[in-house]
């Protein structure tokens, strides 16, 4: 009974999360396509360089989040009401700790924002702009217990479905703003109050949920809890560390080395791939709960069995996707917001290349965090870091790569460091099996994308020059290719028949559900 709820609600997740996220996308692109056309390029790099600045602030939050949502897989499994309440007010002190943390040190760094932009271009109230950004990150702190709460009783729905409605309410008064004053500092502000609005109303539905918060009182934490989240934290900071140096910087690392624009020219590449990567990372994470479930419930016996499959959704999702962005990038910028704003394709190369190994990675996390095991991959960030680090200035200074560096440098220390040692800790700890079985696995599927190259490289050949008819061309023998080497490959797997039954299951529901309507 308690698997079948685990399911419900795990596809309950992730479609949620695909359709909604799916309507996001579609609003981001709306509101880059009019913000381009009323702000241009240098504003467009403004946004991308503090939202990455902004970024690097966030490691003040520790990687608390991920221990929260872990030490809460036990006490809501076994209805331990007290233990629940008491982690969630310490994760309040905390999390408001945080929020001034964040303010302090954003206001510390305002003497170095013009170190971080070449070649501003007449960009008017940077400081203030600046710190708009910053009062946005601020307070949705004093709202974010909530969210793991709901996250941990897999009601992450809930979550999405909230920021979802606030998100097009956001998106309405934003272009209002844009078509009537063209005004970046009022933009901004409506974010901020959007922010708080959306936080306040999930405040109150957690409280209305969750209702025994209010009755039990707050007792003392075991000993073993306490260490239990002293570790993850720990562990969690370094993994956040390592991920926001390395991918959160590079904004910040092509504005001050290349320029504002080139910043702006780039962000467009990234939304693209982040809106992928986002609704990859929503479907594949939105089980990671269940997983946790299983893990606390003392039930190993199909554990890999659990890994084969979750990690083959993912790769099946990366496998698709980095072959239509390959194929389909620049066409699509190109159809979207015009020449002047595409990259030559060997940084498209190395863009979805990068794509291709951090959205790899998505499975493993959901494994790291779901069995808490950031503790045994603690030196992995700060190893990442040096090696990114060193080879991007590298490249950046010797070779004047430019982009291409940044690029280059990010993908090496990916590859070197994190491609083994992130798998190796989920064997060794979680799951407790050989780590060659995760090598038979990866092996396979990097076969399988290799084998699309040549096909890739001959329908760019034969592309037509038109942008809309060369978008609609590589995108039919994109999904053509890839369907047929994918089939090839794996149609004769346990984890295929996995997917295609999965998959035929919850179309079948969903069709019942219309036609019923």
């Known amino acids: 009974m308690k698997d079948n709820s685990r399911t419900k609600l795990a596809l309950m997740n992730a479609s949620i999360s695909t359709v909604v996220y799916i309507g996001n996308i579609v609003l981001k692109f709306i509101t880059r396509s009019i913000f381009i056309y009323f702000l241009g390029k240098e504003y467009l790099g403004v946004n991308g360089l503090f939202s990455s600045v902004i970024s690097v602030l966030s490691l003040a939050e520790l990687g608390i989040g991920s221990s929260i949502v872990y030490s809460l897989y036990r006490p809501l499994a076994e209805n331990n009401h007290a233990q629940v309440k008491t982690l969630m007010a310490l994760f309040r002190k905390v999390y408001n700790l945080i929020g001034f943390t964040v303010a302090i040190i954003g206001v510390i760094l305002l ?80 974010q901020i109050f959007g ?123 990366v496998f698709f996707s980095s072959v239509l962005l390959m194929l389909c990038l620049n066409p ?24 291709i190994v951090k959205g790899y990675r998505v499975s493993g996390w959901s494994f790291i965090d779901a069995y808490g095991l950031a503790w045994y991959v603690k030196l992995k960030p700060l190893i990442e870091i040096v090696v990114n680090i060193v080879m991007t200035l590298l490249l950046l200074f010797v070779f004047k790569f430019g982009i291409s560096g940044v690029l280059l440098g990010t993908l090496f220390s990916a590859l070197t460091v994190v491609g083994w040692w992130e798998p190796y800790a989920i064997f060794k700890y979680g799951l407790k099996q050989p780590f060659h079985i995760f090598g038979e696995i990866v092996g396979k599927h990097t076969l399988s994308l290799l084998t699309t190259v040549p096909f890739i490289a001959l329908v760019l050949k034969f592309s037509p020059k038109g942008t809309l008819t060369a978008l609609i061309f590589n995108l039919f023998f994109g999904i053509l290719i890839s369907s047929v080497i994918y089939i090839l490959y794996f149609s004769k797997t346990q984890e295929f028949i996995f997917v295609y039954t999965t998959s035929r299951k919850l179309f079948s529901s969903i069709v019942k559900k219309f036609s019923k309507k």
């Open 332 to 355: 699509f910028i190109r159809l979207w917001v015009g020449r002047s704003f595409e990259l030559s394709f060997s940084i498209v190369i190395l863009i979805v290349l990068n794509y």
């Open 195 to 317: 922010t708080i609005l959306g936080n306040i109303r999930l405040s109150k539905l957690v409280s209305k949920e969750y209702s025994y918060l209010k009755e039990f009182e707050i007792i003392s934490l075991e000993p073993e809890t306490i260490s239990m989240l002293k570790k993850n934290t720990f562990g969690n900071f370094l993994g956040k560390l390592g991920s926001v140096i390395v991918t959160s910087t590079d904004n910040i690392l092509i504005s001050s080395f290349v320029s504002l624009v080139a910043v702006g020219i780039y962000s467009n590449y990234l939304l693209v791939i982040t809106s992928v990567q986002t609704l990859a990372i929503q479907i594949v994470t939105s089980v990671t709960a269940s997983i946790g479930n299983v893990g606390v419930s003392g039930d190993k016996e199909n554990e890999l069995e659990i890994f084969r499959k979750h990690n083959f959704v993912n790769f099946t999702i």
């Open 111 to 190: 003497p170095f924002l013009h170190y971080m932009i070449n070649n501003p271009q007449g960009i008017k109230n940077v400081t203030s702009i600046y710190l708009l950004f910053l009062a946005n990150s601020v307070v949705s702190y004093f709202f974010t217990y909530n969210r793991s709460l709901l996250s941990a009783d897999q009601k992450n729905y809930v979550v999405i479905l909230n920021d979802f409605v606030f998100s097009i309410v956001i998106f309405l008064v934003q272009v209002g703003i844009l078509l009537l004053t063209r005004n970046f500092l009022l933009y901004l502000l409506v």
